[in-house]
T-cell receptor
């Protein structure tokens, strides 16, 4: 079945450091890929997405590129801020049937210190 | 943008109580989902619904049921709450284009 594997946290960085959170997937067909962010005490928000190979999703300084050859969708940011502290989830949506369920990774907790 | 409202942010219930968690959307999307979120386990799908009165079991349906009498409302029911159902519950709807989800802000349920 479909699955998403993302790096285990927690990840702790200093402000202005470079961030990478790895995400790889297994899916049949050609999935759409997503990164969601969850701030403390809140629900998940869509951060960015990519729907086909070589697409780059970007938002709020975060980027991720859909790499079909390595089945990966790593999240990156050049300079993190304290306000980026949150849990990040990688997810995929693999078309099949009439109901498009998302499959999520387990989440990576990011803490950014001033 | 679509809005997904969960009726309570925090809820405390006693073991054995019947608990209703409500989720309401302000548009007309068909697919709605209930997840629970636990540390170290990520998000696990409990039930989903793709239309009024239609429902399908997710990965962990035991101890739960759902109701969808109107398109905008999807209710999760804990028939007899137990302490192992203490968790964060998240409702989501599928908003169409490329099949992303919009989530509610969650209900943190504590069963004592």
């Amino acid at each position: 079945g479909d699955s998403v594997t993302q790096m285990e946290g927690p990840v702790t960085l200093s402000e202005e450091a470079f961030l990478t959170i790895n995400c790889t997937y297994t899916a049949t067909g050609y999935p759409s890929l997503f990164w969601y962010v969850q701030y403390p005490g809140e629900g998940l928000q869509l951060l960015l997405k990519a729907t086909k190979a070589d697409d780059k999703g970007s938002n709020k300084g975060f980027e991720a590129t859909y790499r079909k050859e390595t089945t990966s969708f790593h999240l990156e940011k050049g300079s993190v801020q304290v306000s980026d502290s949150a849990v990040y989830f990688c997810a995929l949506s693999a078309p099949g049937g009439s109901n498009y369920k998302l499959t999520f990774g387990k989440g990576t907790l990011l803490t950014v210190n001033p | 943008d679509v809005k997904v409202t969960q009726s309570s942010r925090y809820l405390v219930k006693r073991t054995g109580e019947k608990v209703f968690l409500e989720c309401v959307q302000d548009m007309d999307h068909e697919n709605m989902f209930w997840y629970r979120q636990d540390p170290g386990l990520g998000l696990r799908l409990i039930y989903f619904s793709y239309d009024v009165k239609m429902k399908e079991k997710g990965d962990i349906p035991e101890g739960y049921s759902v109701s969808r009498e109107k398109k905008e409302r999807f209710s999760l029911i804990l028939e007899s709450a137990s302490t192992n159902q203490t968790s964060m519950y998240l409702c989501a709807i599928q908003t169409g284009a490329n099949y992303g989800y919009t989530f509610g802000s969650g209900t943190r349920l504590t069963v004592v």
